[in-house]
């Protein structure tokens, strides 16, 4: 038999639906699976596919063409760039079996340092590695992913014409592009996921004013319906209509309606909150979506709460197409201020880590896909493809007109929710961030006072030259 062009380990759903991808655009795959019977069954379901099933590491290797590219597809659980997890398990089985030069791709949610640990690694065994990032889900993987490779460029080189093949499309461009070197990919793949989160909590903040308001899941649907055809069109907008429409079959209600309020979550936003503290960018967006996610899994303690912390009783009257259009406003200028947020972190750690980011081409692969794909991804590539060195997002051009066309309905929503004791985390926290980053002046003197008060830290002052510290003599409080 010929060698395979493509091997894959872990045959759970994403794998096997990536297989299916690859071999679907002409290439011939092996595949392994620690559990054997996986494998068997997977083969068997597809007989008339050019497959090659393994039974051991061994044969998996010697069933590939060199320089061997093989794709793990393995529960990745590592929190800590020392932790070692099921990607180090397989990989140490593979080097004894895989001769110099061999490429071995990392497809999961790894953690980006594991990632820069096992590039490291492998590179002084003479093998190549690529850590990358695959969203779009079940789905995607089998149609068309994003896929966000990070690695050593010649390495992406070799692996071009298979991602390219594999990934989804957008405007006509692939879904894949070289995000840059060492743990790019995986980290790009984690700011990604952080900023699904938000726009997954400002949809939600959107959905509890209007549920607050009266409205039912029907008009519910119809509005993201509409949205979806509009400026918001994007997969969360799409399938947040279709969650609105699905009743329950047992008993006839709006599934949505049973379904109980407390959000899990896998890590790779409170990854995205760290790596953000320790790059001291503001995150504000993603850090109450975490959050958001976080006080909806005390589910107990709020239920308690409930009885004892008073709020107003939210009364949301008017005209409901007023409201709509208010909403629509500040769920679009909130998402702007979280990819506004996002995108900053990103080129500061790229710069940081000198990976050789293109915001822009990062942009636009995030336009087909994964998960977070929408029109707006459009004008985001066009901004930085315009300006590459673009300090804010906020202030694009396009973006800068649609923040202050949308800055009002944004208060209104902002403080209609808040009157009404409805939790806005999200739509409030990029309010907050958006006032603060166009406040020409910010009430930092006092605290700087303050802290010259406590700790001799010093201030500069308004009439002198930056770079000249002052000291007041404060008085003694303590007597
Ligand atoms: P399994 O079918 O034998 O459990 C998702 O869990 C995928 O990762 C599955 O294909 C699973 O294989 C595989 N996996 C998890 N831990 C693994 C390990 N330590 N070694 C190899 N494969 C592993």
């Not at 794709?71 to 800590?80: G, L, N, P, W």
């Not at 490429?103 to 690529?130: H, P, Q, V, W």
């Not at 800068?400 to 208060?411: S, V």
Request: with cysteine.
């Amino acid at each position: 038999m010929s060698k395979s062009d493509f091997g894959l380990i872990g045959l759970a759903v994403m794998g096997q639906n990536l297989v299916l991808n690859v071999e679907s655009r002409g290439f011939q795959v092996s595949v392994f699976n620690r559990t054997t019977a996986t494998t068997d069954e997977f083969i068997a379901a597809h007989p008339d596919k050019k497959l090659v099933g393994a039974h051991t590491l061994e044969d998996f290797v010697q069933s590939l063409a060199t320089p061997r590219k093989i794709q793990i597809m393995v529960k990745s659980s590592a929190v800590a760039d020392t932790d070692r997890d099921a990607v180090d398990a397989v990989i140490e089985q593979l080097i004894p079996l895989l001769d110099q030069g061999d490429i071995i791709i990392d497809g999961g949610n790894s953690y980006y340092k594991a990632t820069e640990r096992r590039d490291a690694y492998l590179a002084e065994k003479g093998l190549r590695f690529i850590g990358a990032g695959v969203s779009g889900g079940e789905e995607g993987a089998r149609k068309g992913p994003a896929i966000m490779p990070g690695g050593p460029t010649s390495t992406w080189e070799v692996m071009k014409p298979i991602f390219e093949s594999i990934a989804a499309t957008a405007e006509g461009e692939p879904c894949v592009t070289h995000i840059g070197t060492g743990g790019a990919g995986h980290y790009v793949k984690m700011i990604h996921n952080g900023i699904e989160y938000g726009d997954m909590q400002l949809i939600c903040e959107a959905y509890n004013i209007f549920k607050h308001a009266g409205f039912t899941p029907a008009e519910l649907g119809q509005i993201f319906t509409d949205w979806n055809n509009g400026d918001l069109e994007s997969y969360l907008i799409q399938i947040t209509a279709e969650i609105f429409k699905q009743n329950d079959p047992e008993t006839g209600k709006a599934l949505v309606d049973l379904i109980l309020d407390t959000a899990g979550q896998k890590g790779t936003g409170k990854w995205t909150i760290l790596n953000a503290v320790e790059n001291t960018v503001v995150i504000s967006t993603i850090n109450a979506a975490v959050e958001a996610r976080i006080l909806s899994s005390m589910k107990d303690k709020r239920v308690a709460a409930s009885a004892e912390l008073q709020g107003p009783t939210a009364s949301i009257t008017g005209e409901k197409a007023a409201l709509v259009k208010k909403v629509h406003d500040a769920l679009f200028a909130s998402k702007i201020i979280s990819y506004a947020q996002g995108l900053d972190l990103i080129k500061t750690m790229g710069a940081e880590k000198n990976w050789g980011l293109d915001l822009g081409k990062i942009a636009a692969i995030w336009r087909g896909g994964c998960i977070i794909r929408a029109r707006f991804l459009n004008d985001i590539t066009d901004a930085y493809r315009s300006n590459p060195e673009l300090s804010n997002l906020m202030l694009a051009p396009f973006f800068t007109k649609l923040l202050n066309e949308f800055q009002q309905n944004w208060r209104e929503v902002v403080s209609l929710a808040t009157l009404n004791g409805i939790p806005v985390p999200a739509f409030s926290a990029s309010l907050g961030y958006y006032d603060s980053y166009r406040a020409a002046v910010l009430p930092a003197n006092l605290l700087q006072a303050q802290r010259d008060f406590f700790g001799a830290h010093t201030y500069e002052r308004t009439d002198k030259p930056r770079g000249q510290f002052f000291h007041t003599n404060w008085p003694d409080v303590i007597g």
